[in-house]
């Protein structure tokens, strides 16, 4: 039986995030919801670390109803470049239950 696929990250925005303008960012936070929404995902949670961590300015959760449902939004952060404004720490996992 499938179960969701959950993201765990940690991020922070590159220098290049920063050269953008507020249009431009705007535009591409709007792709990037648009990108989770096609591919079935959610965050419940998006946090901001920018208190507590000078590595991290902040980190979130996605939840994903498959694995081929993370690659396809993988494959668009790449078409979007994404990570060329974003530097993370991810790791994928799925729910834990006690037996």
């Not at 208190?51 to 993988?74: D, K, L, M, N, R």
Request: glycine letters at 6%; a negative charge.
């Amino acid at each position: 039986m499938a179960q969701p696929i959950y993201k765990v990250f940690l991020g922070k925005f590159t220098e290049a995030w920063h050269r953008l303008s507020k249009a431009e960012q705007d535009s591409l936070s709007a792709q990037l919801e648009a990108a989770l929404v096609k591919v079935g995902g959610k965050r419940p949670i998006l946090c901001d670390s920018s208190w507590a961590s000078e590595q991290w300015q902040g980190f979130g959760v996605e939840e994903f109803p498959s694995i081929e449902a993370v690659q396809e939004h993988t494959k668009i952060l790449n078409d979007l470049n994404w990570f060329r404004y974003f530097n993370s720490l991810t790791t994928l996992g799925t729910e834990y239950k006690e037996a």
